[in-house]
């Protein structure tokens, strides 16, 4: 019988840790490298080495959280990939030592899957079948979750992930990394409507491209500002992040309506870093009322990188009867087998 489950993730720049006891989640730590700020971006070598630092005390301090001992671990769960390949590495490694060392079972998850069933830490849990768009800084995905095993791909991003234009289009405005947060806190006080930033439109039904809007984000720059950031006035920064946060929103949105029309399903949620995002949120509950539909989007803490998601998806991998040896590789980028694809018409 299953009763604790710990959960590890070190994908990227976080290292958590969680404990889930009876499917009541008792810690769920998360530590930022804040260092990568100064570089621009995630540096793959100091994450690795960060994460290895901090991988022990954290789970202690998980335990302690959770009032248990190394010995009350039943399962370990640790992120397998996608993800940077130093970083999981040391997870993924800490967790199946860990593994053979209790002699407890071990199951290595998909992150992408992790953040797919994190509505289910929420209280109202989501009912299958369910639309999911997963919305983060590595990937955007539209998706059919049937079932815990059966997973339909609807659409994806072309080239750049819905989370990474918003940090890209951070950058070019001096807001800092990771610029998802900045962006949405500038436009909280511009007028969405003052630039029209293009949509793009696809021959593809569902599939998602933010490059040329990151890049007519740029000739804007350049044209109006000659690409000089210091000369744009205050007003004129939350107006272009207002217009381009409603572009992205506006084109995440359209085929979430246009599988809504196209498929039965009972709930929609909305999952990964960017649906953090207020306005994405507020969208999202307009078209779940319209609709009919359950919405589940999870807490903050649940959208971001977290081990609670983790621990989640392996108790349910589990559950199903899956069993792993301790061979498990860290992989880089998304199994093409992970989700069947949808056959567009
Ligand atoms: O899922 P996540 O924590 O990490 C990955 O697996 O990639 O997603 C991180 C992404 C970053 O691109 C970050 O800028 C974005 O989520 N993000 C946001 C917001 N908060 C985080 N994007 C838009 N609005 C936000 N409030
Ligand atoms: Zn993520």
Known sequence: MIKNVLGIETSCDETSVAIISDGVLKSNLVS??????????????????????????????????????????????????????????VGLTYAKGLALSLNKPFVPVNHIEGHIFSGFLMKDKPEFPYLCLVVSG???????????????????????????????????????????????????????????FPIAQLKTEYDYSFSGLKTAVLRFLQKEYYQNIESIPANELNNIAASFQKAVVDALIKNVKKAISNFEFKSISLVGGVAANQKLRDEF?????????????????????????????????????????????????????????????
């Open 138 to 196: 590595g990937h955007t995905l539209l998706l059919i979750v049937k079932n815990d095993l059966e997973i339909i791909k609807l659409g994806s991003t072309i080239d750049d992930a819905a989370g990474e234009a918003f940090d890209k289009v951070a950058k070019m405005l001096g807001l800092g990394y990771p610029g998802g947060k900045a962006i949405q806190e500038y436009a909280e006080n511009g007028d969405e409507n003052s630039i029209v």
């Open 32 to 89: 930022s490298q804040d260092f990568h700020n100064k570089y621009g971006g995630v540096v793959p070598e100091l994450s690795s080495r960060a994460h290895l630092q901090i991988m022990n005390p954290l789970v202690k301090s998980a335990l302690k959280e959770a009032g248990l001992e190394f010995k009350n671990i039943d399962l370990i769960c640790a992120t397998a990939g996608p993800g940077l390949i130093g970083a999981l590495l």
């Open 285 to 345: 509950k307009k078209i779940a009322e319209i609709n009919k539909l359950k919405l589940v989007i999870p807490d903050l803490q649940f959208c971001g990188d977290n081990a609670a998601m983790i621990a989640e998806r392996g108790f349910r991998i589990y559950q199903s009867g899956n069993r792993f040896e301790l061979n498990a590789n860290a992989y880089p980028s998304l199994p093409q087998d992970v989700f069947q694809e949808y056959s567009h018409r």
